[in-house]
Structures are given as structure tokens and as C-alpha cells.
């Protein structure tokens, strides 16, 4: 089997003194896991960014077999990001969600557009908000829509709009912008909220029935922004 793609740096792990496992999100493959010879020379590593946009050659004998990856560096997107900790954190966190949430070798090209969207969020001066959408798009394309818009609730409180989602158990706060996307009034206390609220839906209805946790490069962006 041998192919080449566009493809984005999800993740990468030490194999061998001079070599490397990623995990790349590619345009017409979906997610694959390779080996990079000499992956951990000066010359490579410095491509190997979580984040960036890569070339890559993919060389398998068997489908039941890793393969091995050619890389060349197409678009260095995450260094532009060094200086900026809240956004190379956020880069970190969404590259982990993808590799966490996709399935391997399952061609997906929507996801692969989202990434490209992901980097153009970044460049925006409501990039916080922004990425909230995102990740709701990211998990609608896997099958894990929310329908906050059909679920929410709303009340009014002193003059004030808000939405909120009741079960047998709880009654749980919709921060407005989430309901009303022209809603300008979001500050960094509705942005943690609905943070808050899609960490929530991802740890009890996706990871803990998988047996996985909340990545830990998740609670770290959000503790940056806080």
C-alpha cells in the first residue's frame, strides 16, 4: 500500500532513538498512525510541530502492519503560535481531540476542512468563542450533536433572558451566546461556561462510557484562560 496525502500532525511518540510514531489527520485517508525514520533528527523534529501541515508518503506492506511516513512540510502553522501560550495550548487540545475522538484509517474529508477552519479561527479576535462553535461541529460530525438549540429552555430572570437544560436530576445554565449566536455580550465567564458545558457532554456521554478520561491537554488550556 503506498499513497500520498495533505495531511496535519495529531500526535507523535518516541519509537527508537531515531525514530518517531505520529498520527496524522489526512485529507482522503482519515487518521493514520506511521513511523517517521529519523524523526527525531534537528532537521525533521523541527517540522514535527503538533499542528502542522505536512506532505506525507505512506508505505505499508499490510493492512495489519504500521507503515512508515515520508514527511515535507507544507504550511508551519503552530510556530507562529510560540509567543501566544492560551492559543498553543488550544492547538495542543484540539489536535489531542482529534486523535482522541476519530477512528483510524476512516476517511472523513469534512473533519480534515475542520482543522483547516480551526487555523483560520485562530487569526480572529473572538477565537475563544469561535473555537466553542468548532468544537459543537467537531462533535456534530461524529455523530454527537448536542441540539442545544432544541433542547434549551428558556426563562427570563430580573429582565434577563436565560436558557438553561433540566433532567430528573439537574437544571443546568446555557450561556446565552451558545442559544443566540449574534449575542456580542460574551465575556470570559460565559466562554469558561461553555467550555465547561461541552467538557462536560464530552466526559459523561463519550469518554467515561469508552473507559477515557478528559485529556489533560484539555484542562490546561482551559486553566490558561482563566
Not at 32 to 46: A, E, H, L, Q, V
Not at 123 to 152: C, Q
Not at 182 to 190: C, E, G, P, Q
Request: net charge positive; glycine share 4%.
Amino acid at each position: 500500500m503506498n499513497w500520498d496525502d495533505s495531511a496535519y500532525l495529531v500526535s507523535k511518540n518516541r519509537y527508537s532513538e531515531n525514530s518517531i510514531i505520529a498520527e496524522v489527520f489526512t485529507e482522503n485517508h482519515g487518521k493514520i498512525s506511521g513511523i517517521i525514520f529519523g524523526g527525531t533528527s534537528k532537521k525533521i523534529k523541527n517540522y514535527l510541530q503538533i499542528g502542522n501541515k505536512i506532505y506525507v508518503n505512506y508505505n505499508s506492506k499490510s493492512v495489519t502492519r504500521i507503515g512508515y511516513f515520508k514527511i515535507e512540510i507544507l504550511k508551519a502553522l503552530t510556530p507562529l503560535y510560540f509567543d501566544e501560550n492560551q492559543k498553543l495550548s488550544c492547538i495542543t487540545s484540539a489536535m489531542h481531540l482529534i486523535k482522541l475522538l476519530t477512528a483510524e484509517a476512516q476517511s472523513n474529508k469534512e473533519i480534515f476542512k475542520l482543522i483547516d477552519k480551526f487555523f483560520e479561527i485562530l487569526t480572529s479576535d473572538n477565537w475563544i468563542k469561535r473555537y466553542i462553535f468548532w468544537e459543537l461541529e467537531l462533535l456534530k460530525l461524529l455523530g454527537y450533536d448536542l441540539e442545544l438549540k432544541t433542547m434549551a429552555e428558556k426563562e427570563i430572570v430580573d429582565n434577563e433572558v436565560n436558557y438553561y437544560v433540566k433532567s430528573s436530576t439537574e437544571k443546568k445554565s446555557i450561556p446565552n451566546f451558545l442559544i443566540d449566536e449574534n449575542n456580542i455580550d460574551v465575556n470570559l465567564k460565559n466562554l469558561l461556561n461553555g467550555l465547561k458545558l461541552v467538557s462536560d457532554y464530552l466526559e459523561k456521554s463519550i469518554l467515561k462510557p469508552n473507559n477515557l478520561n478528559l485529556p489533560t491537554s484539555r484542562t490546561h488550556f482551559i486553566n490558561l484562560l482563566k
